[in-house]
């Protein structure tokens, strides 16, 4: 299966965009990527998914690179409650039911 | 809230005792999962039901033995465990479990604590 991997964590001021990256070398072509969240105390969340394409959605924005090895999550303007641990997965048609998770990214949001 | 719920938020056993984890979900989706996450560990999925029926059981255990009466419910009986299974235990469901865009929808977990 492709691998992802991520910055263990990262820092961001509140009300600042987040960049959250990831890197997907060994993706395929029928791989789509997908990011979820954790937030203390809970349960993954999902966040968006996107196969070519740029995406956005109420909570975020998808930034895939040109190639697909690399992608982006994009929180426009940080608050305290986006502070969790974010999740970049792959899946493909093959291994779907077999939600994969590594470890992440865990996010802190500052005043 | 997210339509799965997950009872107990807590329990602690021993390693003789027997209990049972319970996951309801309110979606009308036809599959249900069972993910373990111990600390400073990603998470590791169990098993997979669809449409009652196991899918996936991931070298599981057998001292986890999981019960999929509907596609609303399922459970995780628990016996004779070890501490090394004390860990956050999720339940999750889905519209399709193949489908390759179906969002997981997950509870809040069950911490496990085994003396």
């Known amino acids: 299966d492709a691998k992802t991997t991520q910055p263990n964590s990262m820092e961001s001021n509140e009300e600042e965009p987040v960049h959250l990256p990831c890197n997907h070398s060994t993706i395929s072509g029928t791989d789509y990527i997908h990011w979820y969240r954790q937030l203390p105390s809970q349960g993954p969340e999902y966040v968006i998914h996107?196969?070519?394409s740029n995406v956005n959605n109420r909570m975020a924005s998808l930034a895939i690179a040109e190639d697909r090895k690399s992608s982006t999550l994009i929180l426009h303007r940080a608050t305290l409650r986006d502070a969790a641990v974010y999740y970049c997965i792959l899946r493909n048609t093959g291994t779907a039911s077999k939600l994969t998770f590594g470890t992440g990214t865990r996010l802190q949001v500052t005043l | 809230e997210t339509g799965v719920t997950q009872t107990p938020r807590h329990l602690v056993m021993g390693m003789t005792n027997k209990k049972s984890l319970k996951c309801e979900q309110h979606l009308g989706h036809n599959a249900m999962y069972w993910y373990k996450q111990s600390a400073k560990k990603p998470l590791e999925l169990m098993f997979v039901y669809n449409f009652k029926e196991q899918t996936e059981n991931n070298s599981v255990p057998s001292r986890f033995s999981p019960e999929c009466p509907n596609s609303s419910h399922l459970f995780l009986h628990l016996h004779t465990l070890q501490p090394e299974d004390s860990a956050l235990y999720l339940c999750a469901s889905s519209l399709n479990p193949e489908g390759v865009v179906e969002k997981l929808f997950f509870g809040s977990g069950t911490q496990l604590s085994v003396l």
């Open positions: 996107g196969l070519t």
